[in-house]
């Protein structure tokens, strides 16, 4: 890629978001046959000059595909833009998208000062105080709802493959620690059927997955509401910590993973699921991007295995493994 593209990059994602949100996909997803830029405007609401254009850039993109037909541009969706950026799409990428859009990219505004003040931005990214970023999150319905949509989005692509990285049949009773919509509880009670899941998570988000999220197998799906850092952990066999230690310092992890080691019962462990960075560094984009974001608005870092793998073992864990998939790793340690 060439210097001039760089500044391309956010361009591409604004062109892609914009579609999404106007339902361009949606309505080509729908439709039996491709569409004219004027059928796509009037079906959209849309001015035709500013529909036309944003094809065209779309098409530029490769996530449309054009035909002419009678000196007329007809338009349709390639195979990725119907499979992940419909909205309609069952595995839509759009929540994510929307997350991004409304929440981390306006907040790189303040990565200078991240990156020169070596912490979070979230006092300056909010206008009233907040101790930290979920509690940002969680002040507004609509905070939950876009939170959640964007981390079921990816477990939709990855938590299958994530939960068939090691084989956890000896597990029975399950805690996933900071479970939040319970999406992966409900994979793990489908691969697993003969195990129970205790989802723990701050109290205002169980009272939401209760309600909204977690409609399969409930007499296998327990709730328990609080907070890990200060009440106690229901016992359980295995304990699922799910995108949660990135989210904050080592000294922090440390005092979770030591008071789950105390909690496990012998012959128990503890699974982490992770954005996971390669041991030089250098490998996974997605990894250094998730990174980015957490700092400016955490004070959590990703990891690579063996910083996972020191911190598992100072905690008091023992048989570490660890497994990369083709976006996330895991760990599984045993007491
Ligand atoms: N495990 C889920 C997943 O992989 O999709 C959610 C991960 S999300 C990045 C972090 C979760 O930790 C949120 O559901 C959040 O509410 C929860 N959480 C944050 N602080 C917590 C605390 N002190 N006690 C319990 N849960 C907490």
Known sequence: MNPFHFSFSSCYFQIMFTAAELGVFDLLRESEEPLTAEAIAEGLGTSHIGMQRLLEACVGLKLLRMEMRDNKGFYGNTALADLYLAKSSPKSQYSDMKFDSELYYPSFQYLADAVREGKNQITSIYESPMKDFFQAIYRSEEGIQLYFGALKNSWILYCREMISEFDLSQFHHICDLGGGSGIFAEEHILSYPNSSVTIFDLPEVVEKAKKNFVALEESQIS?????????????????????????????????????????????????????????????????????????????????????????????????????????????????
Do not use: N
């Open 223 to 335: 709730f328990q509401g609080g907070d890990f850092f200060k009440d106690s952990v229901p016992e359980a066999d295995l304990y699922i910590l799910s995108r949660i230690l990135h989210l904050w310092d080592d000294e922090k992890c440390m005092q979770l993973l030591t008071k789950l080691y105390k909690a496990c019962k012998p012959g128990g462990g503890v699974l982490v699921i992770e954005p996971v960075l390669d041991e030089e560094r250098v490998k996974y984009f997605g990894a250094h991007f998730a990174s980015i974001k957490l700092l400016v608005h955490t004070d959590g870092k990703t990891r690579t295995p063996s910083e996972h793998k020191a911190l598992l073992t100072a905690a008091g864990f023992k048989e570490i493994q660890a497994k990369h998939g083709s976006v996330y790793g895991a760990l599984l340690g045993r007491k």
